[in-house]
């Protein structure tokens, strides 16, 4: 019989991993908290336009995951947008959100599945939603941002969460505008205004992931993030609009606010994943341990996947 392993999270990391095993023979439960797979893959629709919410592009560095981004482009599923300093920044047709898709289409991924606590029993996981259903695996792999792993697994394994206890993150507010003309934002599509509170800000019409006039995306840096944790979202928006009116050029017809609480890792981390063996096998994967990026989320949910065959 086939080795069974549970993935929580479905975003690169999870994907990753679960794709991994998949090829290696394990029979692979995927579940995640969110309405579809992705996690910070994330692109939100306001009317006709596609807006890239999370992660705006990818790099590729490592020899891996540059054959993972040439296969997918092969496939028609990612292209080049922009070169900047060496790197081309890669899109993903239809969005951030569709390359998750992609990745997610040979599994049944059991979405709006919160995962709320962890036991073993003998050498197996349980796993047990907030709904009440429960999952059981020969081995488990954790990909949800570290402070959140580090509460399910409370003290199952303390070696791993003291690893991960040294994980921060930058928090990130995101604003999605729609506007009624083309906007000002610059070719290829996106700007970084120095000095402000935007750190990034980009026209996905221009990009080429959404019809109508213009679909901004504007990320506010993490400085301002944390001093406005607690501000009146309409008062956050407001301030955002202020800074990001040079590159407006035309009226604001729908506007959307997030706040990602956990955007991007702080530290460099190039662990690539954290495992144990006891109680029962494990391994933490994430984007915060190989880099804050797309490209480590996939190296290390690829490391946690080989980690868990070798352990095994
Ligand atoms: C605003 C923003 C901008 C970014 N820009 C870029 C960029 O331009 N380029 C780049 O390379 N990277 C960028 N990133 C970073 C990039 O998005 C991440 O590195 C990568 O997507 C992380 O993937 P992951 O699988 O490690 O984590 P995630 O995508 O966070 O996946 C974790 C998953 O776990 C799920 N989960 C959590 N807890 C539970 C639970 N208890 N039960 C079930 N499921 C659970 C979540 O729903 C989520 O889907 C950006 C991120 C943000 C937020």
Redesign the pocket.
């Known amino acids: 019989m086939s080795k069974t392993c549970l993935i929580?999270?479905?975003?690169?990391?999870?994907?990753t991993a679960a794709t991994e095993l998949r090829t290696a023979g394990w029979n692979v439960t995927l579940?995640?908290?969110?309405r579809g797979?992705?996690?910070?893959?994330s692109t939100r629709r306001i009317g006709n336009s596609r807006l890239d919410?999370?992660?705006?592009?990818?790099?590729t560095r490592s020899t891996q995951f540059c054959r993972a981004a040439a296969a997918w482009q092969a496939a028609g599923w990612v292209a080049p947008w922009y070169t900047e300093d060496g790197h081309t920044r890669y899109r993903a047709l239809g969005g951030m959100n569709a390359l998750a898709k992609h990745l997610a289409r040979h599994f049944h991924v059991q979405t709006e599945?919160?995962?709320?606590t962890l036991a073993v029993t003998g050498s197996h996981w349980q796993a047990t939603?907030e709904s009440g259903v429960t999952f059981e695996a020969d081995a488990l792999i954790l990909?949800?941002?570290a402070p959140?792993s580090i509460a399910?697994l409370g003290n199952l394994a303390p070696e791993v969460t003291t690893a991960l206890s040294v994980i921060d993150y930058d928090p990130?507010f995101?604003l999605l505008l729609t506007l009624d003309g083309p906007s000002l934002v610059p070719a290829p599509g996106y700007t970084r205004p120095a000095g402000g509170i935007i750190d990034?800000l980009a026209d996905n019409t221009q990009k080429g992931v959404s019809e109508g006039p213009a679909a901004l995306t504007i990320?506010a840096t993490g400085a301002f993030t944390r001093k406005h944790l607690n501000t009146d979202p309409a008062e956050v928006t407001r301030l955002l609009l202020e800074d990001a009116a040079p590159y407006l050029g035309s009226t604001v017809t729908a506007s959307q606010i997030h706040r990602?609480m956990?955007?991007?890792p702080v530290a460099d981390n190039q662990s690539m994943c954290i495992s144990a063996m006891h109680p029962a096998p494990v391994a933490v994967?994430?984007?915060?341990l190989a880099g804050?990026?797309?490209?480590?989320?996939y190296l290390?949910?690829l490391a946690a996947a080989r980690r868990i065959c070798e352990i095994r």
């Open positions: 929580i999270g479905a975003g690169m990391s999870g994907l579940v995640d908290k969110g797979v992705g996690g910070r893959l919410h999370g992660a705006q592009f990818f790099t599945t919160k995962i709320e939603s990909t949800p941002p959140q399910l990130c995101a990034w990320h990602w956990y955007a991007k994967a994430g984007d915060a804050s990026r797309v490209e480590g989320a290390s949910g």
